[in-house]
């Protein structure tokens, strides 16, 4: 069996707050039975400086980067376009208060 790593994946909203709004159910229960399933670690909108897009980062624990983006691949905020733009990273936490829960 493969080992699962964590990605960090980075959200940059479009600006279409309205349907943000609209499709912020959906996402957010989608994102759920991910949690649900260990997929999602951690997930949250990010502060943005003035005149800078809305972001979320993602904590995906996944196979590789192409199988975090395929497991993020249904969400609403995606299918609905939402998402302007992702980028993700894989992670390697080495200290710190939740590093053997990550682990």
Do not use: C, K
């Amino acid at each position: 069996m493969t080992s699962m790593s964590l990605f960090t994946v980075w959200y940059t909203y479009s600006d279409d707050t309205a349907l943000r709004d609209t499709v912020r159910p959906d996402h957010r229960a989608f994102l759920g039975e991910l949690a649900a399933e260990g997929t999602i670690v951690l997930s949250g909108p990010v502060s943005s400086p003035e005149g800078a897009p809305a972001a979320a980062l993602l904590l995906v624990r996944a196979e590789s980067a192409d199988d975090a983006l395929a497991r993020l691949a249904n969400d609403p905020f995606q299918v609905n376009s939402v998402v302007a733009h992702m980028d993700v990273r894989e992670w390697t936490p080495v200290l710190g208060d939740l590093f053997d829960a990550l682990a």
